[in-house]
DNA sequence: ATACAGGTCTTAA
DNA sequence: TTAAGACCTGTA
């Protein structure tokens, strides 16, 4: 058991920015975070975390994991002083974190992401997990299922995924999944791979696209520089930046920000600012 | 009922 | 190279 006092950090935040689909807060107010086979119980009160794994897990993985060894205060310190929508934003998501999740759970969560909102997205990869992935029992005793392998949807008819209620998204997985079970596209070479490599090596992938490529960057290969574009971003972009979003100002940690305008919109937190385009 | 969810692929000019 | 249509499915 591990217990740190951390700066912005918010488990209720991470949970509900739309990144880690596999969390979620238990009714005793603790929280359940499954990472590719990995399983950990983790509880926060003010800005007091425990983490219930063991000393090496927690430096070797964990810490990681929640880029504990970032300075967020930095990157919000760079905000443009004029820029109150944005100043808002990263104020009201001041919690959140990019993690550094499995890439393969990542390439898989986001391909079923497109078109779709994200209770359907949870329920999607609860269903995955539940019929392909491995049933195992975590160290605190809680049943979970394990993130499938590649190899587990590889052999399976284009349409197998329909039943777990993916829709058109079942062939994406399912084809990916052979390819890389081929080794068409190496995983551990991606690992190494600047931004833009990466995200070439992506684009490859049937079903991955501009949005869903960046996506994966940002939240497994922790590319801070991706900036995922899709319909919230585009609509926050042209009511807040006409002229575009100043990315030069921001290089290297924009997706940082299109996080806080995400999550930002996605709660409901700018829809006080969309009142003046009609009125003269 | 119709539109919309953290889009992408296919097809046609 | 760009632009319309199709696409599973649940919810408001």
Redesign the pocket.
């Given at each position: 058991m591990i217990t740190r006092q951390l700066e912005h950090f918010s488990l209720a935040q991470i949970c509900e920015?739309?990144?880690c689909f596999r969390m979620r807060v238990r009714e005793d107010g603790a929280y359940q975070i499954l990472s590719g086979s990995r399983f950990l119980l983790a509880e926060q009160r003010g800005d007091e975390c425990t983490f219930y794994c063991d000393e090496e897990d927690f430096e070797a993985f964990w810490k990681q994991y929640f880029s504990l060894d970032e300075n967020y205060s930095y990157y919000i310190a760079q905000i443009h002083e004029k820029d109150i929508y944005l100043k808002r934003a990263a104020e009201f998501g001041t919690g959140i974190r990019i993690l550094r999740q499995d890439l393969w759970e990542m390439i898989v969560s986001?391909l079923i992401?497109?078109?779709?909102?994200?209770?359907?997205?949870r329920r999607c990869i609860e269903n995955i997990c539940r019929a392909y992935g491995e049933r195992r029992i975590s160290e605190t005793g809680e049943v979970y299922y394990a993130f499938p392998e590649p190899e587990a949807f590889a052999e399976l008819p284009e349409d197998a995924l329909?039943e777990c209620?993916?829709?058109?998204?079942s062939?994406?997985v399912v084809r990916t999944a052979s390819a890389v079970a081929k080794g068409q596209v190496r995983l551990e070479n991606l690992q190494q791979m600047t931004y833009e490599e990466a995200k070439a090596e992506l684009?490859k992938?049937?079903?991955?696209?501009?949005?869903?490529?960046?996506?994966i960057c940002l939240?497994a290969l922790h590319h801070l520089q991706a900036f995922?574009?899709?319909?919230?971003?585009r609509?926050a972009l042209s009511n807040h930046y006409r002229k575009g979003f100043p990315k030069k100002r921001y290089h290297g940690f924009e997706g940082i920000l299109?996080?806080y305008i995400?999550f930002y919109e996605?709660m409901g937190g700018g829809v006080d600012e969309v009142w003046d385009s009609g009125a003269g």
């Amino acid at each position: 058991m591990i217990t740190r006092q951390l700066e912005h950090f918010s488990l209720a935040q991470i949970c509900e920015s739309g990144q880690c689909f596999r969390m979620r807060v238990r009714e005793d107010g603790a929280y359940q975070i499954l990472s590719g086979s990995r399983f950990l119980l983790a509880e926060q009160r003010g800005d007091e975390c425990t983490f219930y794994c063991d000393e090496e897990d927690f430096e070797a993985f964990w810490k990681q994991y929640f880029s504990l060894d970032e300075n967020y205060s930095y990157y919000i310190a760079q905000i443009h002083e004029k820029d109150i929508y944005l100043k808002r934003a990263a104020e009201f998501g001041t919690g959140i974190r990019i993690l550094r999740q499995d890439l393969w759970e990542m390439i898989v969560s986001f391909l079923i992401s497109q078109q779709n909102n994200i209770i359907r997205i949870r329920r999607c990869i609860e269903n995955i997990c539940r019929a392909y992935g491995e049933r195992r029992i975590s160290e605190t005793g809680e049943v979970y299922y394990a993130f499938p392998e590649p190899e587990a949807f590889a052999e399976l008819p284009e349409d197998a995924l329909m039943e777990c209620n993916l829709g058109y998204r079942s062939k994406y997985v399912v084809r990916t999944a052979s390819a890389v079970a081929k080794g068409q596209v190496r995983l551990e070479n991606l690992q190494q791979m600047t931004y833009e490599e990466a995200k070439a090596e992506l684009l490859k992938l049937y079903g991955v696209g501009e949005k869903v490529a960046d996506c994966i960057c940002l939240f497994a290969l922790h590319h801070l520089q991706a900036f995922p574009v899709d319909t919230h971003i585009r609509q926050a972009l042209s009511n807040h930046y006409r002229k575009g979003f100043p990315k030069k100002r921001y290089h290297g940690f924009e997706g940082i920000l299109q996080q806080y305008i995400f999550f930002y919109e996605l709660m409901g937190g700018g829809v006080d600012e969309v009142w003046d385009s009609g009125a003269g």
